[in-house]
């Protein structure tokens, strides 16, 4: 291409002639440059580690003055000025340093100084005005000689690591010309009286002590750092302090940051007098209270965030104050986690210059106003986890800035309005979990060409696209979970290569997959495609990468568990239609590592023995293998799963006894399910020593029997005891006391198991809300403890120490051989809701400490040898089914009264019933399924649900798990 002689051309010409002229001064200057510092520099350079050969040009004897960095007065030749940043520096800094006695500036920013000390002698070098040590790995306590260098104005030293300190700030008094200082991320905590030293510093105009771990305001009677303009106190750890007094009396500040600080209290009004201001950061702290009316007198500010607080306002009030004089300036609102409350109105319309408008997680109620479509500057528009209703207005494709738009988890109903489809910058749509329905087309996209994150779950969408779309953009996230999607396979998706996180879960798709997806399938680290009629084989899928995560549940692929040699680290197979054997699924590859920390196989129709190839598989976490047709015995080389935490086996035909070997190295296990099988043989006594952390242990429905062996009691940590219906005889040993997590709860939770019950809580919160039910909630998850040794032939009398598992909620010793009296002390299981002791030999009278019992509500004692009186006060016992009483010698509501003492033949009758007994086996099985989540995450929090709601939702409470352990996999 040739270049026309412009006049662009001429100016460059220009330019370069000036610069050749620069230069040749440059090195007509040479001459000056004085030979001791140049063997002052060439010293330094010595000792430095110069591993990018930065100061290749400093050898010899040549011009210092033209060395890479050095700059000196043109007349005198001393250097003045070393500008030694961002070199990658390390090694020692050479005192020759001190015979630069001219130096004005010394920068050696952005290198790796690792371990080094900042050497004292630097507070000899008196000429110093300017000093960046900024992020340069110097480690230990900053040298109080820094306090001499009385010329400073700039101070850099902020860190980003916490490895430098201070023992006190005095020296910091003799910096009087200092108009920058940069401490960010230095220990401060010694220094109490951090304050009163800076207050030295009239000059002062920037400072910056974020991440200081400063805890205190000391007293100052006024601030004498008053030409301050930028002041970012961030990231630091004020205890029970509020916004301090003399803060308002900095006139001049245009930047204040008070983030994270632990501040409490309200906003004083007189921070209104900082008419300066122009961005204003209160947020991460825990104030509260109103926005100052004087707030409208900020009229050159242009950012305002008042996040997490604790406001209880209207959000009207804050717009109010706003739209006085700076609404037309503002660029950045952020009052997310506020507590914010109210509607939006027109009067948004006036915030013309917003870049920036986040309100998310509050409860403003209402309408989108249509006047946001004249925010024509808005890059972000967040209104997530609000409460807005109504349609989202059509205006809004006039955003044409519009990057971020988030309206997840509101109340929106209608549809999408298509003019969202000019937003041509939009690259993140977040629209999930409102009450949207109507059909998206091509129309809603056909401008949105750098969309690359569409949310839209949880919504009634319908998407219809023809199977020729190509739409205009690369999507890397995709969700339309619950959106109508099917019934074909999505064939636009062929066209997303970049696509990476995918759900199309609950889209009504009933199809095969096509062979292109399967190509396609280790492009994705998440792929969710659950909850659809999916048909068809899983191909054989060696020779793909690794995925995060891949749900393919509740389907109706069948066909056999192909060869996998791709590794998943989360993966979901259940409740589909897939038979025969799993031997090459699990076996094949049998060389290579498994990544796979969940696997659940839940409700197929697999078959035949596990194979015994577990050895591969030593991630495993959990295992679900619930609701298959497997027979046999347990392989032994399941003995090498070292971190299975639970593993459920449930309703299959696994049969032979507990093998030791096959349990030998899982001693993190929390949960064995495996109710409805063949066991046999004993409850081995190793169960009590392997097994510390289990939580939960139920062998329902098998036939094991003999003895229940002393060793079981070493469970310290068990949470739930299932063993009815087997053969199980011999007395209920004593040291059943001995399971102290039914004596104790312990309340306290890591981050991780809190992170998680948020995530549960979340879910099951979400679930209330949109079924619509009122129950209210009353019992924490992790409080979910029982006893069922039901259906079996345990004789001798209930031990009196059951009666020391006061957390206990759920106990059923029925239809066993039981004898002697019910134990005196019942009373004290205060927690105790359920209790059925029906169907065995007690005798002598109920306890009448029962009645005390709060909580209790089912009590069935039907068919036992018990005298006397039902006791009354107390628990509502007359409330009970009288049915609970019968085939018993008792009297007394709610069975007919104690006046009339003869024994009726129908009683024993009607109490033998099986009916009776059939209603109350429902609760264990939820409280199973509850409590095998508490059992594999231990505690889980603040998860209330109500025992009633329990029974309702056992369904439910499949998918819970299901989803309770994707969000699992983000604590791995
Ligand atoms: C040195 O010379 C340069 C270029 O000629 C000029 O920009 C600069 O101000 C001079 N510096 C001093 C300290 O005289
Ligand atoms: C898409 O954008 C182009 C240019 O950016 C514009 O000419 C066209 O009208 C837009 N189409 C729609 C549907 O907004
Ligand atoms: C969308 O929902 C509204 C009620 O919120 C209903 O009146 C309307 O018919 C629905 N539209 C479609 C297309 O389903």
Redesign the pocket.
Known sequence: MAVKPNMSSFLFIELVMITII?TI??SF?SGSCINSERQALLRFKQDLNDSFNMLETWTGDGDCCAWAGVVC???TGHV?QLQLGSNSFSGKINPSLIDLKHLIHLDLSFNNFEGVQIPGFIGSMENLRYLSLSSAGFVGMIPHQLGNLSNLEYLDIQTYYPTLYVENLNWISGLSQLNHLDLSGINLNKSYDWLLKINSLPFLEVLQLPRCQLQHFPHIPFANFSSLTTFDLSYNDFENSSIPNWLPTLTRLEYLSLHSNNLQGSIPSSLGNLISMQTLDLSGNMLEGSIPKSFERLCNLTSFTMSDGNFNLNISEVLDVFSKCVSAKLESLDLTYGNFSGHLTDQLGLFKNLETLTLGSNSIIGHLPSSLGELSSLITLDLSDNKLSGNIPSSLGELLSLRRLVLSNNNLNGPIPSSLGKLSALESLYLDYNKLNGTLSQVHFANLTRLTFFIASGNSLALKASSHWVPPFQLITLYLGSCHVGPQFPSWLRSQKSLSDLDISSAQISDVIPDWFWKSISQFTQLNLSNNQIRGEIPNLTGTREIVTLDLSSNNLSGSLPPMSIDVNSLDLSSNVLSGSISSFLCDGMNKSRTTEILNLKNNLLSGELPDCWMNWRNLAVMNFEDNEFTGRLPTSMGNLGVLQALILRKNSFSGVIPYESFKNCSNLEAIDAAENNFDGNVPRWIGERFPSMKILNFRSNKLHGRLPMELCRLSSLQILNLAYNNLSGNIPSCISNFSAMVTVNHSLDTDIAYLATAVDYYLDALLLRGGTEYEYETTLNLVRAIDLSKNNFSGEIPRELTSLVELRWLNLSHNSLSGRIPMNIGAMKEMESIDFSSNQLSGEIPPSISSLTFLSYLNLADNNLTGRIPTGGTQIQGFNASYFMGNDLCGSPLPDCIVTVETPEHENVGGKDGNYEQEVDWFYVSMALGFVVGFFGLIGPLLMNRRWMYMYSGFLDRLWDKIYFAARRRW
């Open positions: 620069t001064n440059i200057c007065n043109n007349s003045l």
